[in-house]
């Protein structure tokens, strides 16, 4: 399988969560705890498994584009507590600050390209 811009962008996607998730508890937006790791965990293993084992399929593209939506919606869960100067200014907010703009492009970008895969897979069936 030749990796996709599409599999890149939902890779990226899959490694800054975890990333985002760290940055909510330090910054203390969340409170964390195992409960967290319950429900994390197995929604970016669905994402894996369709981005590595179902990318060239319908299922795989509906399952990144979803997983691109909840990407992009971060930045937009965030939008009164992330984006602020108090964040900024704590240890690693600029980092936190930083990972959910890229969240939301790296997100945008992935529905995109998950359309037009899901578009073009259409059309070869039609």
């Not at 990796?3 to 508890?25: E, K, N, R, V, Y």
């Not at 593209?61 to 507590?81: S, Y």
Request: aromatic letters at 6%; proline letters at 6%.
């Amino acid at each position: 399988m030749k990796p996709t811009t599409l599999t890149i962008a939902s890779l990226l996607s899959i490694i800054l969560l975890p990333f985002h998730i760290a940055g909510d508890i330090v910054l203390g937006l969340d409170r964390g705890g195992p409960g967290l790791l319950y429900v994390v965990v197995p929604i970016l293993l669905v994402v894996a498994c369709g981005t590595l084992l179902l990318a060239e399929r319908r299922s795989g593209h509906i399952i990144m584009f979803l997983g691109g939506l909840a990407t992009l919606g971060m930045p937009i869960i965030h939008r009164h507590n992330g984006f602020t100067p108090a964040v900024a200014g704590s240890p690693g907010g600029v980092f936190f600050i930083w990972t959910l703009v890229a969240l939301g492009v790296i997100g945008g970008l992935t529905m995109i390209l998950s359309a037009r895969g899901l578009w073009r897979l259409r059309s070869r069936t039609a």
